[in-house]
């Protein structure tokens, strides 16, 4: 059974661009999750997906969008880039059967300059 | 806003000896889990502990859970070098995971 897998592992961008970053969950994981991942902040909740909906959402501005598509696969995007928003972002999918045991991609690491 | 507060925040051990590391939590809690980290890398779920069970293991990991103390532990006996990690204790419910700021063990040959 394949991973949680996350595109692009590595990516630098420049202040004020956007970014896109994908997400494919373990197949049949409905429930995607986002966190950010600094050395300042830890690892910080963004936001949660389940069957297309979002069902719950971090303290984060509203630069920060995701969404979820009907094969579960997820994006997360942010506009504007800020230097903080250099970070990992951990992608992690779920069997809403089970416990809340979360599965974790690689992540994608996102510098900006 | 972080949940967990562990201690210690690093912790260096050589092969063979056991490492134990401490979280906190603020609020009532239905579980608990540890996750583990290697640098740079995603999270590897370890250990789900529930609020009614006081202590679980599983091969060389054993957790505690103090409810009363809003505490738990994780102890790795005989630790490895491939132990070498962050360590992250995790409450919550559904998706939203609130991690705790972790502990980063080297185990040293």
């Known amino acids: 059974k394949a991973g949680v897998t996350q595109t692009p592992r590595y990516l630098i961008k420049t202040r004020g661009q956007q970014v896109t970053l994908s997400c494919s969950p373990i197949s049949g994981h409905r429930s995607v999750s986002w966190y950010q991942q600094t050395p300042g902040q830890g690892l910080q909740f963004l936001f949660e997906?389940?069957?297309?909906?979002?069902?719950n959402k971090g303290n984060f501005p509203g630069r920060f969008s995701g969404r979820q598509f009907s094969n579960s696969r997820s994006e997360m995007n942010v506009s504007t880039l800020e230097l903080g928003d250099s970070a990992l972002y951990l992608c992690a999918s779920r069997d809403s059967s089970g416990a809340n045991v979360l599965t974790f991609g690689a992540g994608s690491r996102l510098t900006v300059l | 806003s972080q949940q967990g507060e562990e201690d210690p925040q690093a912790l260096s051990i050589q092969e063979g000896e056991n490492a134990t590391m401490n979280c906190s939590y603020k609020?009532?809690?239905?579980?608990l889990q540890w996750y583990r980290q290697n640098s740079g890398r995603g999270l590897v779920h370890l250990i789900l502990?529930?609020?009614?069970?006081r202590e679980k293991h599983s091969g060389r990991l054993r957790v505690t859970l103090d409810t009363s103390k809003k505490s738990s532990s994780l102890l790795i006996t005989a630790s490895r070098a491939a132990d070498t990690a962050s360590y992250f204790c995790a409450t919550g419910g559904g998706d939203k995971l609130i991690f705790g700021t972790g502990t980063r063990l080297q185990v040293f040959p």
């Open positions: 502990i529930r609020s009614n069970e």
């Open positions: 609020t009532s809690i239905n579980n």
């Open positions: 997906y389940f069957s297309e909906t979002q069902r």
